[in-house]
């Protein structure tokens, strides 16, 4: 089992290109989540999927899209990178149900230079 | 006013004492609450949950909830340098939106 995998672990790009970082988990559960880790920040939201077919901005949406390609399936694209966006990004899933936590994937560390 | 407070720290404890960690939150309508332990470099994971007022025990870890006082803490009793990490507090809301705090560091010294 597992759980929430994300890829790639690790990316550097320059500054205008694009990518697109993926996510999956085999938990079965209905909700995914899309979450920037900064210094001193803490974890803030980018994007959320409630459900399959629905996708919702969070706290920091600028400069990303999602995609929800399926129920395990929950992909973020950063179209034209900036420095900024120099960041550690963590996919998350969870249930619909109140008392459920998140389980996160592993983690892609993004350097934009 | 933040969502989800916390004190940075760092927190330093002896080995074999009780750590204590705070965290206040703002949205008296919060359902659900969370502590988690991200390892420096790793992923945050999830270690205690509660949804109810007083205290909820499991192992060596103590979550307490006062929703009047808008108050979660988490007491690590016996601690040991294994459980040096950072220790994340998230609240969840209707809508099932998650709200973290930004972290308490702590160190257990040998």
């Known amino acids: 089992n597992a759980g929430v995998t994300q890829t790639p672990k690790f990316q550097v790009l320059k500054t205008g290109q694009s990518m697109t970082l993926q996510c999956a988990q085999d938990?079965?559960?209905?909700?995914m989540y899309w979450y920037r880790q900064d210094p001193g920040m803490g974890l803030r939201l980018i994007y959320y999927s409630a459900s399959e077919g629905t996708t919702d901005k969070g706290e920091v949406p600028n400069g990303y899209n999602v995609s929800r390609l399926n129920k395990r399936e929950f992909s973020l694209r950063l179209e034209s990178a900036a420095p900024s966006q120099t960041s550690v990004y963590f996919c998350a899933s969870s249930e619909l149900k109140n008392n459920y936590g998140y389980t996160f994937g592993s983690g892609t560390r993004l350097t934009v230079v | 006013q933040k969502e989800v407070e916390q004190n940075s720290g760092p927190l330093s404890v002896p080995e074999g004492a009780i750590a204590s960690l705070n965290c206040t939150y703002s949205?008296?309508?919060?359902?659900?609450f969370f502590w988690y332990r991200q390892y420096s470099g790793k992923s945050p994971e999830l270690i205690m949950s509660?949804?109810?007022?007083g205290d909820k025990e499991d192992g060596r870890f103590t979550a307490q909830l006062n929703k009047a006082s808008q108050y979660v803490s988490l007491l690590i009793r016996d601690s040991q340098p294994s459980d040096s990490a950072t220790y994340l507090c998230?609240?969840?809301?209707?809508?099932?939106?998650?709200?973290f705090g930004t972290g308490t560091s702590l160190t257990v010294i040998p």
């Open positions: 949205d008296r309508v919060s359902q659900s």
């Open positions: 509660i949804y109810s007022n």
């Open positions: 938990m079965n559960h209905n909700s």
């Open positions: 998230a609240v969840k809301r209707a809508g099932n939106q998650f709200y």
